[in-house]
């Protein structure tokens, strides 16, 4: 029976490792990502067509690939077990399920780690999980001068849309593990908020009214407010589109404004998240988004009342 009861087996998934996206233009995706935000350019590994485009946004050798192809579609989501061990358990628990799960060497090699598996998720999302990520001996030096938090706590946090809530809390909480954070129900709709690591939530998943899977948004976080500041007056002097206002979230507490990315979905920028702490955490329930702000720009803005509709939620 599926069950939002925290289970008290660890999940052998550690983070959110990595996260592929298609886009036709990849100049614009470079531009987007380095200038507003101070990710950094790296040349593709090896194997990989030169007109993909990676970044890094610390330590780790890549952390985003984009490949030509069309929007409004996430590529791939990379998935990080500890070691070995945990991976194998990631592929016990999938295989147990009759889920098709399929290693790739080959994979491994162009993502960088060790050793990979793959499968799909109910709605299809490419999954992919892994250990051993590569760490580069090159310094991380973000163009914008920015730092981002990222460590045990994985590059940030997705939302997604899914098509059966059921399916969705069976997969990602009662086989892979995430644990419950918290809920955020407003405007008909339930957020789950989980998490993997001290990161308020990883994953956030959502039932919409048109059922229809998709990347809401992903989140990075910066080390220092004011480089979320510098980074929406970046954005308001570009040609990029605001999103959300400057705004502070009830659960996770982050301070942070969402944009349009070149690839269909939203990004997060934000500072300040909430860590989460066990023992005693305790699963609530909010009833609305944000303290202040995150409201979309050009809608009537209150102070109080209902949201106003959400596409990156
Ligand atoms: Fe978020």
Request: glycine content about 10%.
């Amino acid at each position: 029976m599926m069950t939002d009861q925290q289970s008290n087996m660890p999940s052998p998934i550690v983070a959110l490792g990595y996260l592929g996206f298609y886009a036709q233009d990849l100049a614009a995706w470079e531009e987007w990502a380095t200038q507003i935000f101070g990710f950094a350019k790296v040349r593709a590994p090896e194997g990989i067509s030169s007109d993909h485009l990676y970044l890094r946004i610390d330590e780790r050798q890549w952390r985003f690939a984009v490949e030509p192809g069309t929007e409004g579609r996430v590529a791939f989501i990379g998935w990080e077990a500890a070691d070995a061990n945990a991976l194998e358990e990631v592929h016990r628990r999938l295989t147990a399920q009759g889920i098709e799960v399929v290693r790739d060497a080959e994979l491994a090699r162009k993502r960088c780690v060790q050793d990979l598996i793959r499968c799909e998720d109910p709605d299809g999302f490419r999954l992919e999980f892994f250990h051993g990520h590569l760490v580069s001996r090159e310094p991380f030096v973000s163009p914008r001068g920015i730092g981002f938090v990222t460590g045990d706590m994985g590059l940030g946090h997705i939302l997604i849309t899914v098509s059966d809530i059921e399916k969705s809390k069976a997969f990602y909480l009662d086989l892979l593990g995430f644990r419950m954070s918290d809920y955020i129900v407003f405007g008909g709709n339930k957020v789950h908020f989980t998490h993997i690591n001290p990161r308020h939530h990883s994953l956030a998943f959502v039932q919409t009214s048109d059922r229809i899977a998709r990347l809401g948004h992903f989140m990075v976080e910066a080390d220092d407010v004011d480089a979320v500041g510098f980074a929406l007056d970046r954005l308001h002097a570009s040609t990029w589109q605001l999103k959300e206002t400057l705004g502070r979230h009830t659960n996770d507490r982050m301070l942070s404004f969402y944009c349009e990315n070149p690839s269909g979905s939203q990004t997060e920028f934000g500072w300040g998240g909430r860590k989460i702490a066990h023992p005693g955490w305790l699963v609530e329930t909010y009833d609305a988004t944000a303290f202040w702000g995150h409201k979309v720009p050009g809608t009537e803005y209150s102070d109080r009342g209902p949201q106003s509709p959400r596409e990156g939620i």
